[in-house]
């Protein structure tokens, strides 16, 4: 296949279980999602859903029990220790929702955007270079002598996504990255994510709780119960010339599988068997009962 047409990300019937004494815990069941290189792409989910073990999964961290995925040329589920860590290092950058986890506390915001680099023996002159470049590109080129200690929380981010972006990866996950900020410092950092996406033309991937991701992001996927329920892709409009709205799509998976969205289960009274019907072009979604 013509990788130019191929998805970047593309997760196929993904299941993750976790075995626990006498229990098994299923996280994902059967979760189909494919994301073109590029898109800005916002995860979001109660806490339970699977979104964290998606993103884990696609950064090399967790491996799935079943199913299929790769990212760009890698099947991440044929691969050797030594190749993950390897994929980890060069291919992905990961944003932490704690900046402790980001940053070292006694490096400077410009040490710590070299520590990647200097990881993989990158000559000094190149690593001062690229973390000017990437300092600079955030906003931060007079905070590179600062300790994290002397930066906002809002500024510890920023520096977290140049770290995450020293090697040039093409895949940036971000996992509840504005967890710890107010509203505004976290539409900034979402502001910056959209930005360093198109700038640097890297596939973003974020999973957070925060609904105002919607502004940024190319799409938004809800996840529920390790499934994909529905999504929201921004559309442009010719109605008015540069503006955009977002329109919301339920996911028919590659099985047939739908999953509705909880609140349309709880406003329909849907319970037990529900009948389809299909009439003119349309799906109908009948219940035989309905909750008192």
């Known amino acids: 296949m013509n990788d130019s047409l191929s998805p970047y990300i593309h997760c196929q019937d993904l299941f993750k279980i976790y075995k626990r004494a006498e229990l098994e815990v299923v996280v ?4 189909d999602l494919t994301v073109p290189r590029g898109e800005f792409l916002g995860i979001i989910g109660a806490s339970g859903s699977g979104k964290t073990t998606l993103l884990n999964i696609l950064a090399g ?11 760009g040329k890698r099947d991440l589920l044929d691969m050797t220790e030594k190749e993950r860590v390897e994929y980890r290092r060069r291919e992905v950058g990961f944003v932490w929702q704690s900046p402790s986890r980001n940053l070292l506390g006694y ?3 410009r ?10 023996g990158t000559p000094g002159t190149q690593r001062r270079e690229r973390a000017r470049e990437l300092l600079a590109i955030l906003g ?5 002598k600062r300790l994290p200690s002397q930066l906002s929380g809002g500024e510890q981010q920023r520096v977290a996504m140049a770290t995450a972006l020293a090697n040039q990866p093409s895949l940036l996950l971000a996992d509840e990255p504005t967890g710890e900020l107010d509203t505004r410092t976290a539409d900034e950092v979402f502001g910056w994510l959209q930005r360093l996406g198109k700038t640097l033309e890297v596939t973003v991937v974020v999973v957070t709780h925060y609904g105002g991701i919607a502004r940024y992001a190319d799409r938004v996927v809800h996840m529920r119960d390790g499934l994909i329920e529905s999504e929201s892709v ?8 540069g503006e955009a709205i977002r329109e919301d799509y339920l996911v028919v998976d590659k099985s047939g599988r739908l999953q ?22 349309g799906i109908f979604i009948k ?3 309905r909750r008192e």
């Open 28 to 31: 994902l069941r059967g979760l």
């Open 140 to 144: 931060l080129e007079d905070k590179g």
């Open 111 to 120: 040490e710590n955007v070299e520590m990647p680099m200097a990881i993989l």
């Open 234 to 241: 921004v559309v442009s409009t010719f109605q008015r010339p």
């Open 61 to 71: 961290l967790d491996t799935p029990s079943a199913g299929q995925v790769r990212v």
């Open 107 to 109: 490096l400077t915001a």
């Open 260 to 281: 509705l969205p909880q609140d349309s289960v709880d406003r329909l009274g849907l319970e037990g068997r529900a009948h389809v019907e299909e009439h003119q072009g």
């Open 287 to 289: 219940s035989p009962r």
